[in-house]
């Protein structure tokens, strides 16, 4: 089969095979051939390759069985045969007779000889790879098990006066059983850049960049260092998004402020523009605008008389979830006839939470210095419906620092998930028995993260 594949492509090997096979397949030999059936009514000599070496089964054993009987013939074993195997019982004179394939007992009178044709290393040479490579583990398998007790004592006594090799464990498991090694990887990053010329920071002090690897080497670099250290660029997607919005600036103000806090929210100053000219005889009147950012990342540009706001960020995962935010929130106040409540603890002037529950009460409670506990608050709220969530203040049960508590129930299974918070509003714990709704509480709770303690 192999001899097919060099015969048919000819035209992918070097010159000079292609040349040759102007004249004639350089691949197509007089003297060698595939040997197909049996050899009994050959009567010329011949030389015959044949596998599996440990003449247990198939062409060589089939083989073996026809040429046995005659001392003119002769057999040569290559490299190493597994005790308890045909080819190492003949080897080592073992016996004088084989049974055949077929059970019946044939003499053994051809020559039998061996030589080493093994693709394995010997000992010197296994040795000499060990010493240059200098591994910590080194384990022993596929062969002799005394010459591989043998080897592994040897290996033992010499390696152990090796200058520099230092401890070497050495094991020679039997087959199925589980080895097991701790590895350590020593990792070396360079900083580049900015970060480089930074002055000796602490052991423990955080830095932030970006790690790069290439060529297997890493660097940390900064976003802006990027292009000039690395082959890597950077860019920045701006996204752009109007939203309808048909009432006043401070109504969006109060909106905004539903879920943050107000040191959070900042109003910029805007140069206000001029409209396109309708006709020559009509003078054409400023566009009064108003813009607010949030954690100085997501603007919202709002223009009198309104109808739309235009909300502005720089592509992030945490940016996408301010901004996210914000959409429903405007988008909620836009639709609905009473807007978002201007009593809500969030509102960029300082006030007393009111928060609704499922017996209809309305309890006071500052929360307004915590911006997680009031967008968690919110995205609750939306994904479960105001009714399903209850605030419960005042905690008096078993676990420690608990201030409060939020209870979730779905109606459809009276699945019950808690949420428990201490007094400055941070969660301390979520427990429920329903393993679904619990999955969704959490990932409220990332994502809440992911916004108000962004990766450093």
Known sequence: KALEVYRTYINVMNEH???????????????????????????????????????????????????????KNGVVLTGYSVEGTLAHMISTNQIKQIQALDGHLLDLRCQIKTISFAAHTDFKGTRSFIEEVKPKNIVLVHGNRTQMIGMKRALEEQLASVQGFGDVTIQMPPNTQVVKFEMFEERIVKAMGELASQKSNPDGTRIAGMLVRHDFQESLVIPEDMAMYTQLST???????????HSSFERLLTVVGKLFNISDIQVVPVANTPTAKRSKSKKSKPVKKNKVTVYNTVSLTHTEPPGRVLMEWEASPSNDMIADAITALVMQAEGSIDGIKLSGCCSIHSHEHVVPTNTSKKVLVSRENNSGYLIFSFLVEEAFGKDAVEYVYGYEGEKDGVDSLLN?????????????????????????????????????????????????
């Open 17 to 71: 095979i292609r040349i040759e096979n102007r004249q004639s397949n350089p691949w197509q030999f007089d003297y060698i051939s595939p040997l197909y059936g049996d050899i009994e009514n050959n009567t010329e000599p011949m030389v015959i390759m044949a596998s599996p070496g440990m003449l247990q089964n198939g062409k060589s054993r089939e083989l073996f069985e026809q040429l046995c009987t005659d001392e």
């Open 235 to 245: 860019a920045t997607v701006l996204q752009q998004l109007h939203l309808p919005f």
């Open 408 to 456: 979730i129930t779905l109606s459809k299974n009276n699945a019950v998930c808690v949420v428990y918070f201490n007094h400055s509003g941070n969660i301390i714990d979520t427990t429920s028995e329903d393993s679904d709704l619990l999955k969704q509480v959490q990932s409220l709770i990332k994502r809440v993260e992911d916004v108000t303690c962004p990766v450093q």
